[in-house]
């Protein structure tokens, strides 16, 4: 099992640009495929952006493609989400989470280990 503590969230106003971090508990992080969903309550967790074991391989949303970078630091066991030109819309609780094979996926069921969600909320 993998502990993931996310920070770096908070208010910003539309436009700004916001990085997320995820620290990674555990010698097999950098064994793992890492994905960062959102959630607004009472909707479904959506899919933000993915990478793989050793950071060469990435996916992003639709909505995120272009304006987010997804990166990982695996000497330091750590999960980067960096977000630009945020959108009132992306206001939600951000999670980070780790699939237990190298390979992206953009299901949430393919994840096993979750943190426990950051705020982030962008104002108009």
């Known amino acids: 099992q993998v502990r993931l503590v996310e920070s770096g969230g908070g208010l910003v106003q539309a436009g700004d640009s916001l990085t997320l971090a995820c620290a990674a508990s555990g010698r097999t992080f950098s064994a793992y495929a890492m994905g960062w969903f959102r959630q607004v309550p009472g909707n479904q967790r959506m899919f933000v952006a993915t990478?793989?074991?050793?950071?060469?391989?990435?996916f992003y949303s639709h909505s995120a493609e272009g304006r987010f970078t997804i990166s990982r630091d695996n000497n330091k066991n750590i999960l980067y989400l960096q977000m630009n030109n945020l959108k009132p819309e992306e206001t939600a609780v951000y999670y980070c989470?780790?699939?237990?094979?190298?390979?992206?996926?953009?299901?949430?069921?393919?994840?096993?280990?979750w943190g426990r969600g950051i705020q982030v909320t962008v104002s108009s």
């Open positions: 989470a780790a699939r237990r094979v190298p390979t992206i996926g953009v299901r949430s069921d393919l994840y096993a280990d």
């Open positions: 990478i793989n074991h050793l950071g060469g391989t990435t």
